[in-house]
């Protein structure tokens, strides 16, 4: 039996095991969950509905214990954890409210003699890879509308989050959901790739750039369908007419180090109109100052460790080559010494696109803050990047900031507001972000496939 350690972040030391899948595992889950997604995509919708809102209400009847779970895995504060958990649940009730009108059979026009008619199907196997850094939130976007849309899943949660996508199956078993149409995939890499390599009938990929781009060769030869949504270097501009500085500066440093800046959709660079520059970097480092950095169990900790102790030598490095390329460090710059994967949150000026911190996702507790001349200069800044997941602009104009949004290649665009899913808008990143949408009616059309029927009476 092959299992795999789990580490608590917090202290570095081993906490359960779980037991992992073997690629023989996945081809023997094939056929049963074959034959259970047919008699599940014959079940009426609300009778599916049923259950799902079964398994939502049974994560919430178990908060504090997920919560604490996933704090112990992840290192994600107690409170922020619990929020992710309860904030998790609007999916559910999206796809509740929305899913029936795209299943209908819709009549699309009548020929002579010719109706026509389109049918959507479910797509049969889902395959779902999955991250780590919100497994409720991603987790969620996928299984939720695949099951609803009458397929059975394979979900392959971060070997980070074990505990949590365990926490899952046993909560689709609690509430009834048929056998074998919830296939829990446990392991690191190795499993995921193979269960690329058994030819499931879509896959939807949340993770790294990297990974994204290894599954896309991997399953090009099988001609599947493949979403992929990927990591980001979001920007924010701080135009100069906001209505309060201090209060730019706090929504700012919340969009970046929230989760200890450990979010796809995570502030990872600001660019500020140089007449507040001052006050505006003034007002942010006094506000990542006031954070309290800590034991993710106690109430008041806003930044926890790191959930990966690779990270914390990928941070230095950013701030190393930052450092010798002209920044300046305002505030941390290194790991903390103890026990736990902790990095001090770091600000630092003078930055320049020359820089790693400027345009690789750092996805940890530090951010660059560059000073711009006009709103032009804003503009070729966001644009500048490979990726494209979202892009904000803290502005009192609001057609100043629509005029910019507009021209930024972003899958999501925010005014006054960054750091925001809601699942009645599509959750998409362009370029090296991602392929593909997941949430609002692109999310549900993607488990779907489509049968148009000419239909000519005898
Ligand atoms: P990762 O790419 O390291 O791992 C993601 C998943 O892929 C894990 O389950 C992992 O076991 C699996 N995996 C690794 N190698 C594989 C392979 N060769 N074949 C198949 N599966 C493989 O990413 P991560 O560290 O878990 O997540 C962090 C990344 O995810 C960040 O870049 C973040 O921005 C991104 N992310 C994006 C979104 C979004 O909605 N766009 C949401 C959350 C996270």
Same mark, same amino acid.
């Given at each position: ?225 493949? /979403? ?7 920007? %924010?501009?701080? &135009?100069? *007419? ?5 209060? @730019? =500066? ?119 803050? /560059? ?7 804003? %503009?070729?800044? &966001?644009? *500048? ?5 979202? @892009? =904000? ?66």
């Amino acid at each position: 039996m092959n299992t795999l350690q789990l580490y608590n972040p917090a202290t570095g030391q081993a906490i359960e095991a779980v037991t992992t899948n073997k690629p023989a595992d996945i081809t023997s889950y094939i056929a049963p969950a074959r034959a259970a997604q047919k008699a599940w995509a014959k079940v009426p919708f609300n009778e599916r509905l049923q259950i799902i809102q079964a398994f939502g209400e049974a994560i919430i009847e178990q908060v504090d214990e997920l919560a604490l779970t996933l704090c112990k895995e992840t290192g994600k504060p107690l409170q922020q954890a619990k929020n992710e958990i309860k904030g998790a649940q609007n999916r559910i009730q999206f796809f509740g409210e929305e899913m029936a009108s795209y299943l209908a059979p819709t009549h699309a026009k009548n020929d002579p003699g010719t109706q026509e008619y389109l049918w959507m199907e479910p797509i049969g196997l889902i395959g779902n890879i999955s991250a780590w850094n919100y497994p409720y939130n991603v987790g969620f976007n996928i299984f939720i509308p695949a099951l609803l849309a009458g397929n059975a899943v394979f979900y392959k949660p971060s070997e980070l989050v074990a505990l949590t996508g365990l926490a899952f199956k046993q909560a689709f078993d609690k509430v009834g959901l048929p056998k074998h149409l919830f296939n829990l995939i446990q392991g690191k890499g190795e499993i995921g790739a193979a269960l690329i390599d058994v030819g499931l009938d879509a896959y939807f990929f949340t993770g790294s750039y990297k990974t994204g781009v290894k599954i896309a060769q991997q399953l090009a030869p099988q001609l599947k369908p493949l /979403q992929l949504e990927l990591g980001g270097k979001d920007p %924010l501009y701080i &135009m100069e *007419d906001v209505a309060d500085v201090k209060k @730019a =500066a706090v929504n700012a440093a919340e969009g970046a180090f929230y989760n200890n800046g450990q979010s796809c959709c995570a502030v990872e660079r600001i660019y500020v109109h140089a007449p507040i520059y001052e006050e505006f970097v003034a007002h942010f480092v006094e506000e990542v100052k006031s954070y309290n950095v800590g034991d993710p169990l106690h109430p008041d900790t806003f930044i926890g460790p790191l959930a990966r102790k690779e990270q914390i030598p990928f941070l230095a490095n950013q701030v190393a080559d930052a450092v010798q390329k002209g920044a300046t460090i305002l505030l941390g710059g290194k790991a903390i010494a103890g026990k736990g994967y902790y990095f001090e949150p770091t600000v630092l000026v003078d930055v320049t696109h020359h820089m790693e911190v400027m345009k690789e996702e750092s996805f940890g507790p530090i951010i660059g803050i /560059q000073k711009v001349s006009n709103d032009a200069e804003a %503009l070729q800044l &966001m644009n *500048d990047t490979n990726y494209g997941l979202t @892009a =904000a602009i803290f502005s009192s104009d609001e057609a100043r900031a629509e005029a910019i949004l507009s021209q930024v290649d972003a899958g999501t665009v925010y005014w006054n507001c960054c750091d925001r899913v809601s699942p009645w808008l599509p959750w998409s990143g362009r370029n090296s972000s991602g392929l593909g949408s997941s949430l609002a009616s692109f999310g549900i059309q993607s488990f779907l496939k489509p049968k148009a029927y000419h239909k000519r009476p005898a």
